[in-house]
């Protein structure tokens, strides 16, 4: 069965042995954390944040952070969000988004969460549809310089 844990610094190894490339790694860090490869202690950044590690059966399978953008808990915004590439199809990432969701609103009182996702990256994207987020129309577009080319952010959020 599928829960949630506070990340531990001993995650990192088995987190950043999921991307196997630059690009499999930008597509979930956008290069906020630093540039490819990435050295565990610049990973463990992410201790600063509400960091969440999925786990099903004592294995890990999918990470995620929660971040306030505000001051207030009220909005709450996931990020980093990445899932086993050997676990990805099977529904983890959803019941994983969902559980984050779920602690969200429960143990934080949170009434929305968003989150932003490259427009490239269409199974992330049908994952967080499918999980209840909806697309935010914004006046101006969020991107990132990834590899030598410009990366626009689709904005999406939930209301809980």
Partial sequence: MLRLRPYHTNDTKTILSWTK????FYQWTAGVLGDYPLAEEQFNAVANLMAFTAIDDNEIVGFFTMRRPTDSFDELRFGFVVVDPEKRGKGYGKRMLQLGLKYAKK???AKK????????NEPAYYCYRAVGFNDVILNKTEKYQVLGEERNCAELEIFL
């Fill in 21 to 24: 490339d630059e690009k499999a």
């Fill in 107 to 109: 143990i934080y009182g």
């Fill in 113 to 120: 969460v968003s989150l932003g996702v490259f427009e490239n």
